[in-house]
């Protein structure tokens, strides 16, 4: 153990009692803990004793003056006790105590001083980033993107929405075919409204987890409509949307494939219902402007925009949700070409692939209409504890996988980074080329094998014609939810398991490719008798000892 994770522990001890309101023996057992901390020297201990001491006197200014303790996060320590967005929680809890305008002054005061927070945290950790992506740059797999490669948008201490950067920013040379798609994370806690606004994009969007409504606004119309884990929706470029996660205990998570239609690779979020936080672009347009544009006077029209602080993901009452998710259960999808009469959901589809080992779902435009002009699939694979995919390749599609739940790992085969290692060799090096040498770029396909371990959040890029593999731990199911990019006409072609593309090969063709009789070909490709999903390494690996 480390001697992070040692202080991390300590510290942790007396937060994990003084949440059930103990009140002398959580500082004594911390305490304790920093002393007994064989990696710690005498510095280190005393500097753990007086955190302890500060942890305590804190916890205890809190009971006295009538603020109460924040709930702590989910497995994936979404809320951090330490960050500013914590200390904001504490914050407005304290605020509960008071009435009326003081009660609104202070909320406001804490969301000022979580701004300044903010800024000094995120700063601290970028530059922290930053020189670990310096001697990182060219050792990371750049087909795998992990939380650094997130940045924050709108934030407040009841949710979030986590952008991942350009795909291009990563490689222009690997992801030109997607260069014009993003990949945004939208998170709500319980009982949350997210302020209403539009995109300069079309967006599809994937329930990860969760239930709410979802109404959306263009022209003189509004479709409001109840959504749960695993609906599809496209949101059109420009169309006001606004949410509400109408749920008492579980987050409310959107996976949204954005395609930017204004600036390639780029797109905003525009606010017109806001104040000052989220800012309304309503605020920007001169007061004469606004006056003829409402017909109202100037002092209307700024006590309206200026009342909004609260950011742009809000906390709301149960009266509140209950007045704004009055909708049946399937209405009519909106923008959808008029093809489905209730809520799309994968998971009532009828499974492309399953067996004991996994189940693989897809919903295209043979099942939605609008997909077909997006030119995009969803599919969500589960791969049981253990097992494996089948080795694939599709011909035209790129997937772009979230991993949504589980741990595992994948394998790919790639041709292209040994020679864009070669290539930064050769820019690199200041010796030139002697006349009639060859590259080794020049030569046939040289692959690299590509590999990362895959937990709940990680992002895989998957191009068109890689050989891929996905294997579950052997502790959890592994599920991956992707949008397969340039979907229209692609094909899944299987590198292994009962109908796989060798296995198609005339025996001329077997005998001349791999240099041997063709009953030995037949003898390693015809004997897997699972098509899409098999056991995997460690499971094969048993049967073998048996043997």
């Known amino acids: 153990m480390s001697t992070k994770e040692s202080f991390c522990l300590a510290v942790f001890a007396l937060l994990l009692v003084s949440a059930f309101g103990v009140k002398d023996p959580e500082l004594k057992q911390c305490k304790h803990q920093c002393k007994v901390q064989q990696q710690f020297d005498e510095r280190q201990r005393e500097a753990c004793v007086r955190r302890c001491e500060e942890c305590s006197r804190q916890k205890q200014e809190r009971e006295h003056g009538g603020g109460g303790h924040g709930s702590y996060g989910e497995e994936d320590q979404y809320w951090n006790r330490e960050s500013p967005i914590e200390r904001l929680r504490e914050c407005v809890k304290g605020c509960e105590t008071q009435r009326g305008q003081q009660r609104e002054r202070c909320q406001s005061s804490c969301q000022k001083e979580y701004e300044k927070e903010r800024e000094r945290y995120e700063g601290n950790e970028r530059q922290e980033e930053e020189e670990g992506e310096e001697k990182q740059q060219h050792e990371e797999n750049p087909y795998v993107f992990k939380d650094h490669h997130f940045v924050t948008g709108p934030q407040t201490q009841h949710g979030r929405v986590r952008i991942l950067q350009k795909f291009t920013d990563r490689s222009k040379k690997l992801f ?154 399937g209405g009519i999808w909106p923008f959808g070409g008029g093809e489905s009469k209730g809520t799309f959901n994968i998971y009532e589809q009828h499974p492309t692939h399953a067996n004991q080992f996994g189940q693989l779902y897809e919903v295209d435009s043979s099942h939605l209409r609008f997909l077909q002009d997006l030119d995009v699939a969803v599919t969500l694979t589960n791969i049981s504890r253990g097992a494996m995919t089948a080795l694939y390749y599709n011909s035209r599609a790129t997937k772009i996988c979230v991993v949504k739940d589980g741990a595992g790992f994948y394998e790919m085969a790639c041709p292209h980074m040994k020679s864009l290692q070669s290539q930064n060799h050769h820019e690199g090096s200041s010796q030139r080329e002697q006349p009639g040498s060859r590259r080794e770029s020049s030569d046939t396909p040289r692959y690299q094998k590509i590999s990362s371990r895959l937990k709940r959040g990680t992002v895989v890029v998957v191009p068109a014609g890689h050989p891929f593999v996905a294997v579950a731990s052997n502790n959890q199911n592994l599920q991956l939810m992707c949008f397969v990019v340039h979907a229209n006409d692609n094909e899944k072609h299987a590198l292994a398991g009962k109908r796989n593309v060798i296995n198609k090969l005339e025996r001329g063709a077997k005998e001349l490719a791999f240099g041997v009789p063709e009953r030995e070909v037949d003898q390693v490709f015809r004997s897997q008798e699972e098509e899409f999903f098999f056991k995997g390494p460690r499971q094969q690996a048993r049967d073998f000892s048996d043997m």
Do not use: C
């Open 176 to 329: 030109r075919g997607i260069e014009n798609y993003r990949l945004a994370i939208y998170e709500a806690d319980p009982l949350t409204f997210v302020v209403p606004n539009h995109w300069d994009a079309e967006a599809l969007v994937f329930v990860a987890k969760g239930k709410g409504t979802a109404s959306l606004v263009t022209k003189d119309r509004r479709e409001s409509f109840n959504i749960k884990e695993g609906d599809i929706l496209r949101i059109k470029a420009g169309t006001t949307a606004y949410l509400i996660n109408r749920d008492q205990n579980e987050r409310l998570v959107l996976a949204n494939l954005m395609q930017p239609v204004s600036t390639p690779g780029n797109f905003e979020a525009f606010y017109g219902a806001g104040g000052e936080n989220p800012e309304s672009f309503y605020r920007v347009f001169s007061n004469e402007i606004l006056e003829a544009a409402f017909n109202v006077r100037r002092d209307k029209i700024e006590k309206l925009f200026g009342q909004q602080r609260q950011g742009a993901i809000l906390k709301v009452s149960r009266e509140q949700i209950q007045g704004m998710s009055h909708h049946e259960e």
